[in-house]
């Protein structure tokens, strides 16, 4: 089974329009980290969590950690097409040297 | 910065053929790492190194090597390309295993036939 699921796979969704990715994991989080992938190009670092509870902004990009549903939430407001792309959730492997773990990652389509 | 630096960026290889993927950063830092990532499966581990000769495998070693006899430089090597290694490779680097982000290459896309 999959350490990290992320819902939904893909979204479509109307430029202006707030949305929501999720990412589930099956084990403890020591650390959550969000990337954002342009089809095509590599990854690029948004934001990274650490302690249950804490939020961080960047830009109209909100991410959240809930440390005992073992959960991160990705909030986009305002919705534009430069948001458009995949987003990656990964977490650290127990504190070990071994990077990250990653989730299959969220298909964003942003329609005009 | 330059960041990490990947090359090639893209490569067709016949089976059986060998190829080094280059990797190269210049922050200085004493993590580095391969990854593969194919469609719809997010990318998986392949090796990893916390310094200077000093390797390990990750999730999917087999058909690969690395060495790491720099701070700087990470080669992943190919000896017997098979199709299954048909895929997008990513080298990322980092300070440490928490607290910090890891930076990541923009890719190798690599096509076996």
């Known amino acids: 089974s999959q350490e990290l699921e992320q819902s939904p796979q893909s979204l479509i969704v109307q430029e202006g329009k707030n949305l929501t990715i999720n990412c589930t994991s099956s084990?403890?989080?020591?650390?959550l980290y969000w990337y954002k992938q342009k089809y095509g190009e590599g990854l690029i670092f948004l934001m990274m969590?650490?302690?249950?509870?804490e939020e961080k902004s960047h830009e109209k990009i909100t991410a959240k950690l809930d440390e005992k549903k073992q959960q991160s939430s990705l909030h986009i407001t305002a919705s534009q097409p430069s948001h458009a792309g995949i987003y990656l959730c990964?977490?650290?492997?127990?504190?070990?040297?071994?990077?990250?773990?990653f989730g299959k990652g969220t298909h964003l389509i942003i329609q005009p | 910065n330059a960041g990490v630096t990947q090359t090639p960026k893209f490569r067709i290889l016949k089976i059986g053929q060998s190829m080094t993927l280059q990797c190269t950063q210049d922050?200085?830092?004493?993590?580095m790492y391969w990854y593969r990532q194919d469609p719809g499966m997010g990318l998986k581990l392949i090796y990893y190194?916390?310094?200077?000769?000093?390797?390990d495998k990750g999730e999917v070693p087999n058909g690969y090597n690395v060495s790491r006899s720099t701070t700087e430089d990470f080669p992943l090597r190919l000896e017997l390309a098979a199709p299954s290694q048909t895929s997008v490779y990513f080298c990322?680097?980092?300070?440490?295993?928490?607290?910090?982000?890891?930076?990541f290459g923009s890719g190798t896309r690599l096509t076996v036939v």
């Open positions: 990322a680097s980092s300070y440490g295993t928490t607290g910090n982000p890891y930076t």
């Open positions: 084990k403890t989080l020591y650390g």
């Open positions: 969590l650490q302690k249950g509870g």
């Open positions: 990964g977490r650290l492997s127990g504190g070990g040297a071994d990077g990250l773990t």
């Open positions: 922050m200085n830092h004493n993590y």
């Open positions: 190194s916390v310094g200077a000769g000093i390797t």
